[in-house]
T-cell receptor, first 111, second 115 residues
Framework: DQQVKQNSPSLSVQEGRISILNCDYTNSMFDYFLWYKKYPAEGPTFLISISSIKDKNEDGRFTVFLNKSAKHLSLHIVPSQPGDSAVYFCAASARFNKFYFGSGTKLNVKP | GAVVSQHPSRVICKSGTSVKIECRSLDFQATTMFWYRQFPKKSLMLMAT?????????EQGVEKDKFLINHASLTLSTLTVTSAHPEDSSFYIC???????????FGPGTRLTVL
């Protein structure tokens, strides 16, 4: 039973355009969400987080949006750069307990 | 800040031997550390949660006698794969969570290959 889903396994975007990565969850108790970026054969790198008391959090080129009623969050990268090409995982937890990870979306930013 | 290291980065061993993987938080104290396993083209699967000074909590389906976890200090946790078999070959990743915060910081991972 996958509680966090990333339904798009891959996404291709032109350099300079916006990348939008989506994540859906089923557990209404989730109150903290993270996005990680992962290169092959490396551990995930923390990107940005959001708690359920907010609906938006911004950090430089990265913005995470949370829609609690739809149980949906998204990561926007603007402008996209070739170095952003990686696999992006979303993760969710309830009350600081263990995180549940999505299956990842592979982003390819074309020069 | 928030750097987590893992050692070794790669290990190849013979079937039946044991392998120890270390996870260290370099610039913070981690009251809780996590061990994950990643299968090809799959998400991270949590194996166990370890709290400093207490026994690890294993996820359902993870053999605690096979995957021994020790969290002896606030900066070090070890995962020992005992009597390794080829099906244990995988990418093992640890993460560490500082006290008082929810965010986990990941190590670079260890590629285990069992021949």
């Amino acid at each position: 039973d996958q509680q966090v889903k990333q339904n798009s396994p891959s996404l291709s975007v032109q350099e300079g355009r916006i990348s939008i990565l989506n994540c859906d969850y089923t557990n209404s108790m989730f109150d903290y969400f993270l996005w990680y970026k992962k290169y092959p054969a490396e551990g995930p790198t923390f990107l940005i987080s959001i708690s359920s008391i907010k609906d938006k959090n911004e950090d430089g080129r990265f913005t995470v949006f949370l829609n609690k009623s739809a149980k949906h969050l998204s990561l926007h990268i603007v402008p996209s750069q070739p170095g952003d090409s990686a696999v992006y995982f979303c993760a969710a937890s309830a009350r600081f307990n263990k995180f549940y990870f999505g299956s990842g979306t592979k982003l390819n930013v074309k020069p | 800040g928030a750097v987590v290291s893992q050692h070794p980065s790669r290990v190849i061993c013979k079937s039946g031997t044991s392998v120890k993987i270390e996870c260290r938080s370099l610039d913070f104290q981690a009251t809780t550390m996590f061990w994950y396993r990643q299968f090809p083209k799959k998400s991270l699967m949590l194996m166990a949660t370890s709290n400093e000074g207490s026994k690890a909590t294993y996820e359902q389906g993870v053999e605690k006698d096979k995957f021994l976890i020790n969290h002896a200090s606030l900066t070090l946790s070890t995962l020992t794969v005992t009597s390794a078999h080829p099906e244990d070959s995988s990418f093992y990743i640890c993460s560490a969570r500082p006290a008082g915060g929810p965010t986990q910081y990941f190590g670079p991972g260890t590629r285990l290959t069992v021949l």
